[in-house]
């Protein structure tokens, strides 16, 4: 079975520009999450999606913002980007709202 | 806030040895404590994880132990060998919020063959 696939892999965007990340979950999750990964330190909770529904939110600024579609994926956006933004950003996806989160590689994006 | 403060930041084992890194937290209504694994380039995987009502638990060469009234929880690599060489982050969670990870700061394991 394919894991959690992240896209791109790598982006490299100028500040101010908007930014989209994608992420498909393993077959048969329901549940995404994405956190953000900045370079020396332990992963952060961005957000969490479970059927197509918000269900938590980390402490980030509203211009991050995420969604998930009828068949699970999900995209993460970032607007006006700042150079505090490059990171990697992580996907992780789970059959049900509970423990055991499967991560995917990540998009890493740098801000320039 | 920093709710899971993990140390050491960096830890070298030679080969065969034991590495121990350890974690605290503030927060005693975490309920969920993984350890996941990181190699260069990839997302973290899940090592092992326990629940505060054991005191240990065992995977092969992996143990974690827990002590609950001190709010610290460890891992053990037995036999450490050159392949376990990867940043390991310990995490907690609550499953009144879904479960969502809290993380520490991370260990980068190097051990020398």
């Known amino acids: 079975d394919a894991g959690v696939t992240q896209s791109p892999t790598h982006l490299i965007k100028t500040r101010g520009q908007h930014v989209t990340l994608r992420c498909s979950p393993i077959?048969?999750?329901?549940?995404v999450s994405w956190y953000q990964q900045v370079l020396g330190q332990g992963p952060q909770f961005i957000f969490q999606?479970?059927?197509?529904?918000?269900?938590g939110r980390g402490n980030f600024p509203d211009r991050f913002s995420a969604r998930q579609f009828p068949n699970y994926s999900s995209e993460l956006n970032v607007n006006a980007l700042l150079l505090g933004d490059s990171a990697l950003y992580l996907c992780?996806?789970?059959?049900?709202?509970?423990?055991?989160?499967?991560f995917g590689s990540g998009t890493r994006l740098t801000v320039v | 806030q920093q709710q899971v403060k993990q140390s050491p930041q960096s830890l070298i084992v030679q080969k065969g040895g034991i590495s121990i890194i350890n974690c605290a937290y503030e927060?005693?209504?975490?309920?969920?404590f993984p350890w996941y694994q990181q190699f260069p380039g990839k997302g973290p995987a899940l090592l092992i994880a326990?629940?505060?009502?054991?005191s240990e638990k065992k995977e092969g060469r992996f143990t974690i132990s827990f002590n609950k009234s001190a709010k610290q929880f460890s891992l053990h690599i037995m036999d450490s060998q050159p392949g376990d060489s990867a940043t390991y982050f310990c995490?907690?969670?609550?499953?009144?919020?879904?479960?969502?990870?809290?993380f520490g700061k991370g260990t980068l394991l190097t051990v020398n063959p």
């Open positions: 995490a907690a969670s609550i499953r009144g919020s879904n479960y969502k990870l809290t």
């Open positions: 992780a996806s789970s059959r049900e709202l509970i423990y055991g989160y499967t």
């Open positions: 999606y479970y059927e197509k529904e918000e269900r």
């Open positions: 326990i629940r505060p009502d054991v």
């Open positions: 077959s048969g999750h329901k549940s």
């Open positions: 927060n005693t209504a975490f309920d969920y």
